[in-house]
């Protein structure tokens, strides 16, 4: 191994979607895009599962859980989806068809075989995520083996080899510290060669101290990226790119809203209150870990890669004309309220609801109580509504005590975002007129500390008409 004496000092970690993996076009398109940052960089690039592959894992699980008829034809058409790319991008008379081709028939089996155990154990989440890990790890082996067979040389690794999280299985969270070890000590060597052009790197998934695999959920390709970068900054000068079919984040969402703009500019801050609040361009936990260590993230558009048209994300709150940057909305939610003349005389009800809704993985969108303490009122997403409604009718506390209990349906929550509500006084009342003034019922408020955003609960109906107008009174008439 040949090790260079002056390394290269920037690094860029490159997120690619599943629809960026989907054929013959898309895999050219790639290309093009590493070929131009390969002259400036070294790069690592973090890949999802071809576009559906994991709603098809998904469906081999549950098929599987079940009478498992089915699970044969999923494997087939699971078989066949890849071996359609490999046939696509990479010459038949190459080595890398060969080890595609291999690699894949290898996954396939160990697959079937999962499925014919599932029904002889229980049923769990731990077993789901090994599933689930199969697509990102197939499309990341033929992404390499695509590269290595154009000429570029590429190390293919198993993102459960250097990435350490705790055992919450379908949400795991990463060990950071434990992480940065492995990234380095296994990558570190690698970046330093010049016997590897690229590193890739499974998306999505890692693996417990005991070697267990877990997912990190939605967005979790993009977390990949962001905890490599993370782990790698303190010896490069990181940055990061997420190449999305969108050009980056909007100011309002383009489905219910009839003007929006892109957010060029934008802080961390800023960014994962986007994020929470209904846009799902990026998680919010993939911000956070770009935040700790200040490492730019670029979202762009991965079919227009030379546009300016893009979202830069920094540390730095820049501050224009616009005091509210953005208005973002979760449109379907469920909303909450517990109600009680005693809960003022019956201390740590808040910490028991929140310790009942935790223990049961209930995530809370957001939390208003009244300054009589007598109610509190939550939002949490419309699919878990049935189950908090279980939990709390038989609790031992809330089930058996002086509760009332009600569960609205039929409520969208909307946020009105911007770091300059810090240092403007008045935001909120005016927000509160133009909605009365337009006949529109605020049901609840909640607003953070930071007063980067005010979150406003209506009815369901006045979801599209709320983000409009707001919109045109604070965005689009500056």
Same mark, same amino acid.
């Given at each position: 191994?040949?090790?260079?004496?002056?390394? %290269?000092?920037?690094?860029?970690?490159?997120?690619?979607?599943?629809?960026?993996?989907?054929?013959?076009?898309?895999?050219?398109?790639?290309?093009?895009?590493?070929?131009?940052?390969?002259?400036?960089?070294?790069? $690592?690039?973090?890949?999802?599962?071809?576009?559906?592959?994991?709603?098809?894992?998904?469906?081999?699980?549950?098929?599987?859980?079940?009478?498992?008829?089915?699970?044969?034809?999923?494997?087939?058409?699971?078989?066949?989806?890849?071996?359609?790319?490999?046939?696509?991008? @990479?010459?038949?008379?190459?080595?890398?068809?060969?080890?595609?081709?291999?690699?894949?028939?290898?996954?396939?089996?160990?697959?079937?075989?999962?499925?014919?155990?599932?029904?002889?154990? &229980?049923?769990?989440?731990?077993?789901?995520?090994?599933?689930?890990?199969?697509?990102?790890?197939?499309?990341?082996?033929?992404?390499?083996?695509?590269?290595?067979?154009?000429?570029?040389?590429?190390?293919?690794?198993?993102?459960?080899?250097?990435?350490?999280?705790?055992?919450?299985?379908?949400?795991?969270?990463?060990?950071?510290?434990?992480?940065?070890?492995?990234?380095?000590?296994?990558?570190?060597?690698?970046?330093?060669?010049?016997?590897?052009?690229?590193?890739?790197?499974?998306?999505?998934?890692?693996?417990?101290?005991?070697?267990?695999?877990?997912?990190?959920?939605?967005?979790?390709?993009?977390?990949?990226?962001?905890?490599?970068?993370?782990?790698?900054?303190?010896?490069?000068?990181?940055?990061?790119?997420?190449?999305?079919?969108?050009?980056?984040?909007?100011?309002?969402?383009?489905?219910?809203?009839?003007?929006?703009?892109?957010?060029?500019?934008?802080?961390?801050?800023?960014?994962?209150?986007?994020?929470?609040?209904?846009?799902?361009?990026?998680?919010?936990?993939?911000?956070?870990?770009?935040?700790?260590?200040?490492?730019?993230?670029?979202?762009?558009?991965?079919?227009?890669?030379?546009?300016?048209?893009?979202?830069?994300?920094? %540390?730095?709150?820049?501050?224009? %004309?616009?005091?509210?940057?953005?208005?973002?909305? =979760?449109?379907?939610?469920?909303?909450?309220?517990?109600?009680?003349?005693?809960?003022?005389?019956?201390?740590?009800?808040?910490?028991?609801?929140?310790?009942?809704?935790?223990?049961?993985? =209930?995530? @809370?969108?957001?939390?208003?109580?009244?300054?009589?303490?007598?109610?509190?009122?939550?939002? $949490?997403?419309?699919?878990?509504?049935?189950?908090?409604?279980?939990?709390?009718?038989?609790?031992?506390?809330?089930?058996?005590?002086?509760?009332?209990?009600?569960?609205?349906?039929?409520?969208?929550?909307?946020?009105?975002?911007?770091?300059?509500?810090?240092?403007?006084?008045?935001?909120?009342?005016?927000?509160?007129? @133009?909605?009365?003034?337009?006949?529109?019922?605020? &049901?609840?408020?909640?607003?953070?500390?930071?007063?980067?955003? =005010?979150?406003?609960?209506?009815?369901?109906?006045?979801?599209?008409?709320?983000?409009?107008?707001?919109?045109?009174?604070?965005?689009?008439?500056?």
């Amino acid at each position: 191994m040949t090790i260079l004496t002056n390394e %290269k000092s920037t690094l860029v970690v490159m997120k690619f979607g599943g629809s960026c993996l989907q054929d013959a076009r898309s895999f050219e398109q790639t290309t093009k895009i590493i070929k131009k940052y390969l002259k400036e960089s070294k790069l $690592i690039i973090i890949t999802s599962a071809i576009k559906g592959i994991t709603d098809q894992l998904i469906d081999f699980y549950n098929k599987s859980c079940s009478e498992g008829s089915e699970c044969k034809y999923i494997v087939e058409d699971l078989y066949n989806s890849h071996e359609k790319v490999i046939d696509q991008i @990479i010459d038949k008379n190459k080595i890398e068809y060969k080890n595609s081709i291999e690699f894949l028939q290898k996954n396939i089996d160990e697959l079937t075989q999962l499925g014919r155990v599932i029904r002889l154990i &229980r049923p769990s989440m731990d077993v789901l995520d090994i599933i689930l890990s199969y697509g990102e790890k197939l499309s990341t082996f033929i992404v390499a083996q695509f590269l290595n067979s154009i000429g570029y040389a590429s190390e293919f690794i198993s993102s459960d080899e250097i990435i350490l999280t705790d055992d919450n299985f379908g949400k795991a969270l990463p060990l950071l510290d434990e992480t940065e070890l492995l990234i380095n000590k296994r990558i570190g060597p690698i970046l330093k060669t010049k016997d590897f052009d690229i590193v890739c790197i499974t998306g999505f998934y890692g693996s417990t101290k005991d070697k267990k695999i877990t997912t990190f959920g939605r967005g979790g390709t993009d977390l990949t990226a962001a905890i490599l970068a993370y782990c790698l900054q303190p010896n490069y000068d990181c940055k990061v790119i997420y190449w999305k079919d969108v050009k980056g984040f909007l100011n309002a969402d383009p489905r219910i809203a009839e003007k929006t703009a892109l957010l060029k500019n934008i802080s961390y801050i800023e960014a994962k209150e986007l994020a929470f609040f209904g846009s799902k361009v990026l998680h919010p936990l993939c911000l956070d870990v770009n935040e700790k260590r200040e490492i730019p993230s670029e979202i762009r558009d991965f079919y227009n890669p030379e546009s300016e048209d893009y979202t830069l994300i920094t %540390k730095n709150v820049v501050q224009d %004309k616009k005091i509210i940057k953005a208005i973002t909305s =979760i449109k379907r939610l469920s909303m909450v309220t517990i109600e009680s003349g005693t809960m003022v005389s019956l201390p740590g009800t808040a910490s028991k609801l929140f310790s009942l809704l935790g223990e049961n993985n =209930i995530n @809370i969108k957001f939390i208003s109580q009244s300054s009589s303490e007598n109610n509190i009122t939550f939002g $949490i997403d419309i699919e878990d509504s049935m189950n908090v409604s279980a939990l709390l009718r038989h609790s031992e506390f809330f089930g058996k005590q002086w509760f009332r209990i009600k569960i609205d349906n039929d409520i969208s929550l909307i946020a009105v975002i911007g770091a300059g509500m810090l240092h403007t006084p008045g935001i909120a009342g005016k927000v509160f007129t @133009i909605l009365g003034n337009n006949k529109i019922n605020v &049901r609840a408020i909640a607003q953070g500390s930071s007063e980067l955003n =005010i979150t406003i609960i209506i009815e369901r109906k006045d979801c599209k008409k709320a983000i409009n107008t707001l919109y045109d009174a604070f965005i689009n008439n500056r």
